[in-house]
């Protein structure tokens, strides 16, 4: 039997394809090429977000309409519960902590390869197709995840601690296009989803402001201000509640005078204490990586050198990678990294495969 396209043994009118569908362009442009293609195309849309967390606005709407114009099934799965259990509470405990979370990375694991690949299966679904930009490649020894064709847009990142089963199941055919030309395979099919912007970094996060929706998730918490010191404990300033900083930053600390650029180091929670220092200071070369999730074929034995992404928006690294058991890790970094953040996502990358990833503590 020939392979379809999918990369299953199996004739392409016969394989049932759920497409998680967002409401917004990429998940709409996935659905409506694989449709053309013949596929059994269903739609299934979470409803995530409750107040007073954020409006929603129409994401749910949007999805009906375009399922609606592709002549597909369309179904709809309530996770506001545990969006909010495994996502938002992650989110504003681990900030709490003095940590900087990774909730897309945890939404991916959870919500939407987690419990939404398992509705995808109950629905009889061979695949679960996302509108995610990363590459999928179906290999003799199963599925591999690697990075888009257009690393501006790659989103692997995000994607290293989803379960290897639901690896298996999940296609993303973006992979080979930049947004513009996913923008025109719409408006080609006179789908008017194709003008709707982008969706802003943190879906429940309004205008990046943290603080607030930690202050309405946690009225409980007293948010003080407290010192600003550097390492060796010099007082500088005082900071107006840890929950606004983050490691690496330097813009917004309120010191003055003539000490030079300072950077944030680390949030001293149990004395309530923002820690700053020179960029100097800031550079780290060990680096310790809890709850590995490894995507490749077996842990390496012995020390093997991976590129790293620590976090989404910086540069990959050199790293030697030591495993201390399977879900611990400990890196070297063999070139200068600046503002490590203990909660932020460690990918794995051998070459332009994702081999796995953990979290920095």
Not at 78 to 93: E, G, H, I
Not at 105 to 110: D, E, L, Q, T
Not at 319 to 329: G, L, N, P, Y
Request: glycine share 10%; hydrophobic share 35%.
């Amino acid at each position: 039997m020939t392979v379809n396209s999918l990369g299953l043994n199996k004739p392409v009118q016969q394989t049932k394809v759920c497409v998680a569908m967002s409401g917004g362009v990429d998940s709409s442009a996935a659905a409506l090429m694989l449709k053309n293609e013949g596929y059994q195309v269903f739609g299934l849309t979470m409803d995530l977000l409750q107040e007073p967390y954020l409006p929603q606005y129409s994401s749910i709407a949007d999805a009906k309409v375009v399922a609606d114009k592709l002549g597909i099934e369309h179904h709809f799965i309530d996770l506001k519960a545990d969006f909010y259990q495994d996502v938002v509470s992650y989110f504003t405990s681990s900030y709490l902590k003095g940590l900087t979370p990774s909730p897309c990375i945890m939404c991916n694991r959870h919500i939407k390869l987690g419990i939404l690949a398992d509705k995808a299966r109950e629905l009889g679904a061979d695949i679960l197709v996302t509108g995610h930009y990363a590459h999928i490649k179906v290999t003799p020894n199963g599925v591999e995840l690697h990075k888009a064709e257009d690393l501006k847009k790659d989103q692997s990142y995000f994607l290293f601690d989803i379960d290897r089963k639901n690896l298996q199941m999940l296609r993303c055919p973006l992979a080979r296009y930049s947004k513009d030309e996913t923008r025109e395979i719409l408006k080609n099919a006179g789908l008017e989803i194709y003008k709707k912007s982008d969706s802003q970094d943190i879906c429940f996060v309004q205008n990046g402001k943290y603080a607030e929706l930690i202050a309405k998730i946690r009225p409980d918490y007293k948010n003080e201000g407290g010192d600003i010191v550097t390492q060796g404990g010099k007082i500088l300033g005082k900071h107006k509640g840890l929950i606004h900083y983050t490691v690496g930053q330097r813009r917004g600390l309120g010191i003055g005078g003539d000490i030079g650029i300072l950077y944030v180091l680390k949030l001293d929670v149990e004395n309530n204490r923002l820690i700053v220092g020179s960029l100097n200071e800031l550079k780290t070369k060990d680096v310790l990586i809890k709850d590995v999730n490894w995507l490749a074929e077996e842990i390496p034995s012995s020390p093997q050198e991976y590129m790293v992404k620590l976090r989404s928006r910086q540069q990959e690294v050199p790293a030697i990678t030591h495993f201390v058991d399977e879900k611990t890790a400990k890196l070297t970094l063999l070139n200068d990294f600046y503002g490590v953040a203990p909660g932020q996502g460690c990918c794995f990358y051998d070459g332009t495969r994702v081999m796995g990833g953990g979290f920095i503590c």
